[in-house]
């Protein structure tokens, strides 16, 4: 069965820092997906990053970066230029699934502080 | 693009009553759509996946009889809390996966919830 860990419940960092949240899945699957979900207080589960399993150039979305390593099942989440919005519940889910299930880390609350 | 809206965004209910929440894929044609429970400042709990024109799919635990899922169409689904309780309390989320087989096929994009209390 996969697994989704996600070992830091909170963290909180400066406004214009960089932060990175980090993530570790277990699986025996060779083709999977790696989501980052981001969770604002108005609760609205906005997708970051996607990243397929196959590539092996790590996921850029503007600010939001990923840093995926196979072999070691890591797959974490770098916050550049971090903003106030920012802020909110980050979750890590892992999908493998022909029905495209997801399976969810606990989530880690990012607090960016002014 | 891959909007999914989700109606009523709160409801308040008296307890034996049911409940009716509604999602709907509105940019997209959503061959799959899930239906999660959120308990405050947890992780997300599948309850059910179901695909258009078939039987939901429910996780372990989830009672189907309670909690009835319906997606009639490609674009909606709805989720019916009947008789509800006041531990039916709760958030509500449901999410769409495009699929098809195109890149994001297995993508899911949420509604924005629905907060259910049971008086």
């Known amino acids: 069965a996969q697994t989704v860990t996600q070992s830091q419940p909170e963290m909180s960092v400066q406004e214009a820092e960089t932060v990175t949240l980090s993530c570790t899945y277990d699986?025996?699957?060779?083709?999977?997906?790696l989501f980052w979900y981001k969770q604002p207080p108005s609760r609205q589960m906005i997708l970051v990053i996607r990243?397929?399993?196959?590539k092996q150039q790590n996921a850029t979305e503007n600010r939001f970066s990923v840093n995926f390593q196979k072999a070691a099942k890591s797959f974490s989440l770098k916050i550049s230029d971090s903003q106030l919005g920012d802020t909110a519940m980050y979750f890590c889910a892992f999908g493998a699934d022909s029905n495209y299930q997801l399976i969810w880390g606990a989530g880690t609350k990012l607090i960016i502080k002014p | 693009g891959a909007v999914v809206s989700q109606h009523p965004s709160w409801v308040i209910c008296k307890s034996g009553t049911s409940v009716k929440i509604e999602c709907r894929s509105l940019d997209f044609q959503a061959t799959t759509m899930f239906w999660y429970r959120q308990f405050p400042k947890q992780s997300l709990m599948l309850m059910a996946t179901?695909?258009?024109?078939?039987?939901?799919?429910?996780e372990q635990g989830v009672e189907k009889d309670k909690f009835l899922i319906n997606h009639a169409s490609l674009t909606l689904s709805t989720l019916t809390v009947t008789s509800a309780h006041p531990e039916d309390s709760s958030f509500y989320i449901c999410s769409a996966s495009p699929g098809g087989g195109g890149q994001l096929t297995d993508t899911q994009y949420f509604g924005p919830g629905t907060r259910l209390t049971v008086l």
């Open positions: 699986t025996s699957e060779n083709n999977y997906y």
């Open positions: 990243q397929e399993a196959y």
């Open positions: 179901s695909n258009e024109g078939s039987k939901a799919t429910y």
